[in-house]
């Protein structure tokens, strides 16, 4: 197996290694487990190589520091943010900093393997601004663009309501209208959509 194959998985919580592990694994990747963002920096070398799939809340450095970490290093490899549903914040501060992918516990096992596919192959497309987006952020009124603004910065529903003067039915009508016209099933795949546009105008 090519070492382009590899998948470093980093989490605390052993039973999520193990049964991490042992899925990739039969799906034919080379899978290397570490028990913290430390353990795995005191091993990996300067020329390491393969994808990151690692947790956000950990005890000692979190998976967001870690990706300052490996930038400092100059270690340039694409990373996949797992994070509860409760430290989706978090997985979207890591998402601006530039994770490919996030994906939210208790995750599908066949939605990792595809996230882990397009991080080994480099598929960067995110990283661009394309017309189809800039199309679709262009077909939202004014409000529905206020409206993810406010979900982009993980802002809760009720406050961003209150922030535009919105009744809760209102806003979940923008809320739905916006996931419609981005073309975006859940808010993680909105936050991939639109992470690469750095002002809602």
Do not use: W
């Amino acid at each position: 197996m090519s070492d382009k194959q590899i998948v470093h998985v980093i989490d605390d919580d052993p039973a999520i290694l193990t049964s991490t592990a042992g899925f990739l694994t039969a799906k034919g990747f080379g899978v290397k487990t570490y028990a913290s963002a430390q353990d795995f920096l005191e091993t990996i070398g300067p020329h390491a190589v393969g994808c990151v799939v690692t947790d956000v809340r950990m005890p000692g450095i979190s998976g967001i520091e870690l990706m300052s970490k490996l930038k400092e290093r100059g270690l340039v490899l694409p990373i996949i943010i797992v994070t509860a549903y409760a430290d989706i914040l978090l997985g979207s501060e890591a998402m601006k900093q530039g994770a490919v992918d996030l994906l939210e516990k208790p995750f599908n096992n066949g939605a990792l393997v595809e996230a882990i596919r397009r991080a080994l192959a480099h598929r960067n497309e995110e990283a661009a601004v394309s017309p189809d987006i800039r199309a679709r952020l262009s077909s939202l009124t004014g409000k529905e663009k206020e409206v993810l603004a406010g979900l982009l910065k993980g802002t809760p529903s009720k406050l961003i309501a209150d922030e535009l003067g919105l009744s809760i039915r209102t806003f979940e009508t923008h809320r739905a209208t916006v996931m419609s016209k981005m073309k975006a099933v859940s808010f993680t795949e909105l936050v991939r959509i639109s992470r690469s546009l750095e002002t809602i105008e």
